[in-house]
């Protein structure tokens, strides 16, 4: 069964940092294109970042180029988002999501974690 | 970036109906367009992709179609578990833009 889970989210004052992590399990990892998808409170879906199998390819929103840093470690099957200077309209619910095959879409959403940004 | 517009924002229906969400992109994205369900507090659910094929699991009261910049997706027969929001993506080039949901609401 493929299970995608989140963690790393919390309370951050803007300008601070957050890592997010995504574990991933039942599928090989590392031969799927990840992605990181937002969701802003009573808001829509926001496509964030997304990274290739083997990292050869990143790609991010405007909203978060020069901010956020996607990576992962397929011998870890983990997928991460670095979030640096972080601002209010950043919070979310951050949710990682499976590429179901090469150009084709997310087929697989982790629950999402929170991140919630706020002096 | 390409603009995914849907119409309606909201839409109030009873169960049995036959409703039709529509998708607009800004420019033409061939077939590359993905439906999406969410309920409150869960992650989205993939119904449809490549514009109109239906995802493993999906029932088939679901359908897509459409090419180029406009697409629709019908829900032939409402059944009480579809009331959700539904999204469009387009993930014919970065950034891989969403609309902005469609509330199907219980009339």
Request: proline share 4%; with cysteine.
């Amino acid at each position: 069964e493929v299970q995608l889970v989140e963690s790393g989210g919390g309370l951050v004052k803007p300008g601070g940092s957050l890592r997010l992590s995504c574990a991933a399990s039942g599928f090989t990892f590392s031969s799927y294109s990840m992605n990181w998808v937002r969701q802003a409170p009573g808001k829509g879906l926001e496509w964030v970042s997304s990274i290739s199998s083997s990292s050869s390819y990143i790609y991010y929103a405007d909203s978060v180029k020069g901010r956020f840093t996607i990576s992962r470690d397929n011998a870890k099957n983990s997928l991460y988002l670095q979030m640096n200077s972080l601002r209010a309209e950043d919070t979310a619910v951050y949710y990682c999501a499976r590429d179901s095959a090469d150009s084709c879409p997310p087929d697989y959403w982790g629950q999402g974690t929170l991140v919630t940004v706020s002096s | 970036a390409i603009r995914m517009t849907q119409s309606p924002s909201s839409l109030s229906a009873s169960t049995g109906d036959r409703v039709t969400i529509t998708c607009r992109a800004s420019q033409g994205i061939s077939s590359y367009l993905a439906w999406y369900q969410q309920k409150p507090g869960k992650a989205p659910k993939l119904l449809i992709y490549a514009a109109s094929t239906l995802q493993s699991g999906v029932p088939s009261r679901f359908s897509g179609s459409g090419s180029g910049t406009d697409f629709t997706l019908t829900i032939s027969c409402l059944q009480s578990e579809d009331f959700a929001t539904y999204y469009c993506q387009q993930y014919y080039s970065y950034p891989r833009t969403f609309g902005q949901g469609t509330k199907l609401e219980i009339k």
